[in-house]
């Protein structure tokens, strides 16, 4: 049976360019695009699309039957600072578009579950350096407390009826074709932006707060990998740690200045400082180097001349 994919959320930020890169592999006609409004038009005209509500089971299980779906990738979910103001919704979103999913695998409509966890899982009292797989995880936010309780789903799943879930819990990402989508990381989207734009930027954490961070080209592909790998090397079916670079704004911005020597940050933390500060500052993903061959490609220098150059050339057009 060949490979049939719906992805749910296909218009958001790591949901636009993973459409595209597994239309390039699987075809354009077996990736089948869908999100609550026809948001992005990249996404919308480059190949099959539904409109559709995340949190309708009944139109879930339709696009299922009628395309003969076999993987879902549930990328639909409210982000920490969005969460934030509306925590009712962000749970109602959060939980219950993976509970649909999670039925439907249940039921033998699909075989393969992708669905993302974040960094938001850890809290103020796990160790903040080289964050271990298993550890503390008091969230204090409710998008940490949603993705901590979709991981905890997942695994049940899996262990009592067998599904085939597959999860990564997704570092701050950043990337030049998709606007920032209401994360605390987002500053790390933002800067590149400014600097071209303004030479400043006012940056609304702290200097030396420091995250991990991921350059999206590489989610994307960590996000392919593991479901392409044979499911005997997936060992852990609540999320595995994800890791790339870690830095603070500030070393970001010396950065930049490298390409723009005029370029200047100032500081402003507001209330995703206190998001921020809950956060690990680095990620121990060694698991997912183990078990399923997980290897970054970019750095922060790297990312730095990338995102520049691309951007640069989007303001060219």
């Known amino acids: 049976m060949s490979t049939k994919i719906l992805i749910i959320g296909a218009c958001g930020q790591i949901g636009t360019e993973l459409t595209l890169s597994l239309r390039k592999i699987y075809g354009v006609e077996n990736v089948i695009a869908s999100d609550i409004r026809k948001l992005n038009i990249d996404v919308v005209n480059s190949g099959p699309f539904e409109v559709i509500n995340a949190l309708d089971f009944n139109q879930i299980e339709h696009l299922v039957e009628i395309h003969n779906i076999t993987d879902v990738y549930l990328m639909a979910a409210l982000l920490s600072a969005t969460a934030e103001k509306n925590p009712a919704f962000a749970w109602d979103l959060n939980m219950n578009s993976l509970f649909h999913v999670l039925n439907l695998a249940k039921a033998k409509k699909i075989k393969k579950i992708f669905w993302p966890s974040s960094i938001a899982v850890f809290g103020p009292t796990t160790p903040k350096e080289n964050t271990p797989q298993y550890t503390i995880m008091e969230p204090s936010t409710v998008y940490g407390i949603s993705k901590q309780a979709g991981e905890r789903w997942c695994e049940y799943y899996h262990n009592i009826f067998g599904v085939d879930v597959r999860s990564i819990r997704y570092p701050g990402l950043i990337s030049w074709s998709s606007p920032p989508g209401g994360g605390t990381t987002d500053y790390a989207v933002d800067i590149f932006h400014k600097a071209l734009s303004d030479k400043k930027y006012e940056c609304f ?99 730095t001349v990338d995102m520049l150059e691309n951007l640069s050339k989007l303001k060219e057009k």
């Open 205 to 303: 954490l702290s200097s030396e707060t420091k995250m991990p961070m991921m350059y999206m080209d590489d989610a994307i592909a960590a996000t392919i990998q593991i479901m392409q790998a044979p499911e005997e090397e997936i060992k852990i079916h609540s999320s595995y740690n994800l890791a790339a670079m870690s830095f603070t704004p500030t070393e970001i911005a010396a950065e930049i200045k490298k390409h723009i020597p005029d370029f200047t940050i100032t500081y402003e933390p507001d209330f995703r400082q206190k998001i921020a500060n809950s956060w690990p500052a680095s990620i121990d993903d060694h698991q997912a180097r183990e078990d399923w061959g997980w290897k970054h490609k970019y750095d922060l220098e790297t990312m």
